[in-house]
């Protein structure tokens, strides 16, 4: 089976858009998803006007901040600060990675729990973890709305999650964690990696290098998904090898067309729940 994420991120869209109009009629004014880009890494703006695309997809308004790459952690602050105070601005996106001058956790930590709607303040990490309410880190939000849309089984199976960043595999971890999976984390310096991969029954790949794990490596009836992504001569990839995985997967996320288009259906999903005030944490 294949994890359409691009068909299902479409049908979230749709249902986004109704309800944006009816929010914005109460609110008397558009809501808006700000993304703030420092620098100028060609990968990180094509991501963020992706964002700006899909917002202007389903009426909510984007309003992109690009900073220069010579920015300082004090006025990247000062610049989230003045987001967090703008009522009609209800999410706030800062782009991962910043230039390395800045302190990024800092300053994912001075957006407002209320309006994190892409999931990377440590105070949302924590109440996500604990199973209160937050917004989830978007793309292992996404991953698990693909999988329960395919009705996965998760409850007892062993899920093998390669990445540990902040913004994808602890959060993913937690998240299959949270869903009764049985969770091994592996990271660069795991030892035997396809030992414990061959004992997956969920597989994530959010490691950021091509094709690093092999199908060989894999369960028969294994579920891969695959949050990576990279352009190679022959085609865009994953970090799971692409050849062989429809015969040995019982279901996969096909790159390109998996992981990604459910991350920023995520991220507009968040923010139109941050519109419509349903998350109360922290609101005055
Ligand atoms: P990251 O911050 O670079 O983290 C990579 C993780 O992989 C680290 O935890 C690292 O371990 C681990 N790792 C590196 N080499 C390894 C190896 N040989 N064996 C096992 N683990 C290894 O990357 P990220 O931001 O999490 O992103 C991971 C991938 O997901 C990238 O391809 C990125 O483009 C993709 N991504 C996609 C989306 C989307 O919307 N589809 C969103 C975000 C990210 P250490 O901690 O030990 O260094």
Redesign the pocket.
Known sequence: MILDGKSLATQIELKLKGQVQAISQKLNGTPALATILVGDDPSSAT?VRMKGNACKRVGLESIPILLPASTTTEQLLSKIKKLNETPLIRGILLQ??VPKQINERICFDAISVVKDVDGVTSLGFGLMSMGEQAYGS??PK?IITLLEHYKIPLEGKHAVV????????KPMAAMLLNKNCTVTI?????QN?PHIIKQADIVV?????PE?IKTEWLKNGVVAID????NTPNGAV??IQKEGLSSICSAYTPVPGG??P???ATLIQQTVESASCQFEIGRT
Do not use: N, Q, W
């Open positions: 991501y991962h990675p978007a793309t996404g390669v990445g540990r960043s902040a913004i994808l595999g592996c990271h660069s310096k795991t990696l790949g959010a490691v950021g290098i690093l949050a990576g992504y990279h994953g970090d992981v990604g459910m991350t920023i």
